[in-house]
């Protein structure tokens, strides 16, 4: 658990720096390479997440171990062969050829986590810095909600979600071959993200979200009332019926209310928001698909699988929340305490989730050489 709370006093301590400097641009510079203060943070940030990621234990995480297993054996499996691997072992193609070119590149024992964290977390923060309002503020989110202990246990998934974020960088642009390609990569190495296939209709529909939104949570919430067998039924006779009995956390009923909460105040400041993030709606959009699909969790335990890539957008959604509560006339003089509040609740969340749980059987937190 100590490694947790040392990540995340680290971000707390890092925001509460870069708002002390907030009126000066401090730049490093060394020849030609010139980089801010925050990004310098963000860098040491991404080395201490992937650090902690690559050196975990065996049972720092649920699929560690297994992980860990095949990926020795991928020493006896020539590059043109894993496809045969994948059908033992059960992990995607995608992520054997990154573990395999990670062991090659890094050398055999730590190579493959080597190469995996650095383009998960690299992707990730790449989307970060594109579209958060506040950076640090955003990976403070990906530590409280639990993503970064959830991306210690579903790797591969997570791997396939960094690069399904990158592929939103390329659709805001018009770059729908840049978009297709990543999202493409994307269901190579993990087939769940086929779900990023929605992005583009996420994006297009933007202007409309605030109706389309409301629809989808009530129609989901009606469907998970009364057709979830024949979901169930369906879903069966697909090649994704192995998740149909992911194990759920007991922890649902917190989730659902979060992510309620979240969705409903983007949606009462989207005004707001929209003033300062012209992505506001696609980002509702994605709030909603997250609270729909937490309706299905009690008897589809795969959903909690599809929630992960629209989760993520939590981690750009909130900072523009609370930029805007600063731009709201009525909330003016009390904006600043509700951020504190916000930021505050989530940090008790944390606590809680890694204190009263195993959180994704990450805690406790144990290095490889231990």
């Known amino acids: 658990m100590g ?17 002390s400097l907030r009126r000066k641009r401090v730049v490093f ?23 902690f990621f690559t050196f975990r234990g065996n ?11 095949w990926f020795s054996k991928l020493n006896e499996v020539p590059l043109l062969k894993i496809i045969e691997w994948t059908k033992v072992s059960k992990i995607e193609v995608g992520c054997g050829i990154i573990a395999k070119i990670g062991k090659f590149i890094f050398g055999e024992k730590y190579g493959a986590w080597l190469l995996i964290s650095c383009v998960m977390f690299i992707t990730i923060a790449k989307f970060i810095t594109v579209f958060s309002k506040d950076v640090l503020l955003s990976l403070f989110l990906f530590i409280t909600f639990s993503m970064y202990n959830q991306s210690c246990n579903i790797s591969g998934q997570f791997l396939a979600a960094g690069i399904l974020l990158l592929s939103v960088t390329y659709l805001t642009k018009n770059n729908y071959r840049g978009y297709i390609i990543t999202l493409l990569i994307a269901i190579i190495v ?8 929605l992005f583009f209709f996420m994006y297009k529909m933007k202007k409309f979200s605030a109706k389309i939104s ?31 009995y992911w194990e759920v956390s007991s922890e649902n009923g917190v989730s659902l209310i979060m992510n309620l909460l979240i969705f409903f105040c983007l949606l009462i400041f989207r005004k707001e928001i929209k003033l300062i993030d012209k992505y506001a709606d696609m980002w509702i959009l994605a709030a909603a698909i997250t609270v729909s699909l937490n309706f299905f969790i009690s008897s589809l335990g795969m959903i909690a699988r599809m929630m992960v890539y629209f989760k993520l957008f939590y981690i750009v959604s909130i900072p523009s929340l609370i930029n805007a509560l600063h731009i709201k006339k009525s909330l003016v003089r009390v904006s600043k305490f509700i951020s504190v509040g916000i930021i505050l609740l989530f940090t008790i969340y944390y606590y809680y989730s890694i204190t009263f749980s195993t959180c ?7 290095f490889v050489w231990k």
């Open 190 to 197: 993990h087939r769940s993200a086929v779900i990023g296939v």
């Open 214 to 244: 409301v629809g989808i949570v009530a129609i989901s919430f009606a469907l998970s009332l009364s057709a979830t067998s024949i979901i169930q039924y369906v879903v069966s006779k697909t090649i994704y019926s192995s998740y149909l």
């Open 59 to 69: 049972m720092v995480g649920t699929d560690t171990k297994t992980y860990n297993y």
């Open 360 to 366: 994704f059987d990450t805690v406790p937190y144990y």
């Open 3 to 19: 490694i947790y709370l040392f990540l995340l006093m680290l971000l707390i301590g890092q925001s509460i720096l870069t708002f």
């Open 29 to 51: 510079k060394a020849g030609y390479i010139e980089i801010t203060f925050v990004e310098l943070l963000v860098t040491i940030d991404v080395i201490l997440l992937a650090f």
